[in-house]
Structure formats: structure tokens, C-alpha cells
């Protein structure tokens, strides 16, 4: 198991820890209803997903009585911590797990140098990440297939940086990527005038009022709009672009000569 602590990959191992056994169960679903005089049982309104909690049973080994003291403090320096943190279970490498923890564990003693313990991992966050994104992946113990089993004979290759007008996106998540709450970056360098970016699958379309020149960067990070590193908000119509799962049909207008890249991580459920 490795923990990921603001961007530092850490081996549990190199801790005397080893992950025993652990359980991602799925997320729990909270259903809104309402009851209205003179109609029989409830009307559904919505449904969303709230918290879930991963149990894993930890292995503790070391030299001495006097060592697995000292690891048992080592223990409490990376777990219980005021911060989200990020797991990765070996078995799985191409996900890893925003948590906290949300227990203070209780280590039952095998022998002098042996003892275990079980910790709970709250995911406020619910959706599980890619640890790497579009644009940037991690090393190889980590690489996962985009697309497999999602993707079949035919469809477009898998890219992230186009420059043509028309072009396909593969979003390998569970959910649709909404920059609102996730990471979403979408970088144009060229000249354009009224700049449009429309998503053909969601409909969602970005449109931007004025120029750029070939120079020129448009980055449209989370809910922000920027050019060359300042906000040009107000010169556009306001939305924002949203990925759908699986394939999205992109169109560009206003540019003939540009580059355009999507880097985002996958979500799943």
C-alpha cells in the first residue's frame, strides 16, 4: 500500500507496515422523497451519493520491543494527520483513494517484534481518482490502459492534444468531469476570433468575445477563463465545458491555425 502526502509517494513498508486485507465498499446512496396530502405512499425528488468508509487491517513488524515503539510513532505521524491524504492499494495501481483517517486504532500484540491493527478510511470525496491525469502520467508501477474495455475496434484513437477543428475525447470515468469540483484544464494556444469550444456530446460551449494571437494561451482551469495568465471572464458567454463518460465530440470555431489539450483526471465510482 503507498500513501501519497502532498505530492510525496510513501511505501507503508519502508514503515514495517503491510496491508493485510481491505474493503472498498460502494458508496451509500441517500434518496430524497416527499409525501403531499391525498396521494398514496412518496414522491421521488432525487438521489446522491454521501460517505464511504474503507476498513484495512495493518501488519506491524519490528526488530526490537524499543523498535516497534518507535514505528508505532512513525505510524501516528503519516496516518493521523488534520488533511486529506491518498491511498494506493498495490492491487489496484491506477486508482488511488482521497481519505482521512477516522479512527484511533488499537494494536493487538502477536509477539514482541508482531502486532496488527484495523483503521478506517472516511472518503469525503466518494468518487475514487486516477492518480495521474490526461497529460501527465505517473511512472509505470502506476500506468493504467485508458479505455480498456470501454473502447472498441474502430473508435478513434485515444488522444488528449488536437489540432484540428473537429476531434474525439475520451473520458474514461464512471461520472461526467465537471470542473466545478474536479480537475479539468483545457488549454487553446493559436490566433482565433470569437473563439468557440463545444462539447457536441453534453452541449456545453465556451465561447469567448474578442482575439488572440498566435502567441496567445486561452486556459480554461476549474471555473476560471485566462489569457496569458489573466481572468477574460467577463469577455466570455459565462459556461462552463463538462465531460461526459466515454466518448465526447468536440468543434472548434473561430481558429484555424491552434493547438488545443484537455488534462484531467479519471473519476470512478
Known amino acids: 500500500m503507498y500513501l501519497i502526502i502532498k505530492d510525496e509517494i510513501i511505501d507503508i513498508k519502508d514503515y514495517g507496515l503491510r ?9 451509500s446512496i441517500n434518496h430524497v422523497t416527499e409525501s403531499l396530502d391525498g396521494f398514496d405512499g412518496e414522491r421521488y425528488l432525487e438521489s446522491f451519493y454521501t460517505e464511504r468508509t474503507i476498513p484495512v487491517e495493518l501488519a506491524l513488524r519490528g526488530k526490537s520491543l524499543k523498535d516497534m515503539k518507535k514505528l508505532k510513532a512513525k505510524f501516528n505521524q503519516l496516518f493521523a494527520r488534520n488533511e486529506e491524504f491518498f491511498v494506493i492499494f498495490k492491487e489496484e495501481p491506477y486508482r488511488r483513494y482521497r481519505v482521512l483517517l477516522s479512527n484511533v486504532p488499537e494494536w493487538e500484540a502477536a509477539s514482541i517484534r508482531l502486532a496488527s491493527t ?28 485508458i479505455g480498456e ?3 472498441d475496434e474502430g473508435d478513434p484513437v485515444i ?9 474525439s475525447v475520451f473520458n474514461d470515468s464512471d461520472v461526467p468531469v465537471d470542473p466545478r469540483n474536479m480537475e479539468l484544464v483545457i488549454e487553446f494556444k493559436g ?11 453534453t452541449g456545453d460551449e465556451w465561447k469567448h468575445t474578442g482575439s488572440t494571437a498566435a502567441s496567445d494561451v486561452i486556459r480554461l482551469e476549474g471555473v476560471r477563463s485566462l489569457k496569458n495568465g489573466q481572468s477574460i471572464f ?4 459565462k ?26 483526471r479519471f473519476y470512478y465510482i
Open 19 to 27: 496491508c493485510l486485507k481491505y474493503t472498498v465498499p460502494p458508496p
Open 118 to 145: 484495523k483503521v478506517e478510511f472516511k472518503m469525503p470525496g466518494i468518487y475514487v481518482e486516477s492518480p495521474g491525469t490526461t497529460l501527465n502520467q505517473p511512472d509505470n508501477d502506476y500506468y493504467y490502459p
Open 149 to 151: 474495455g470501454k473502447v
Open 159 to 167: 488522444e488528449y492534444t488536437f489540432s484540428q477543428s473537429s476531434f
Open 191 to 201: 490566433a482565433s476570433t470569437n473563439l468557440s469550444i463545444k462539447n457536441l456530446t
Open 234 to 237: 467577463k469577455n466570455t458567454n
Open 239 to 264: 459556461k462552463l465545458i463538462t465531460l461526459a463518460p466515454g466518448w465526447n465530440e468536440f468543434e472548434i470555431t473561430g481558429a484555424t491555425d491552434f493547438t488545443i489539450s484537455f488534462d484531467f
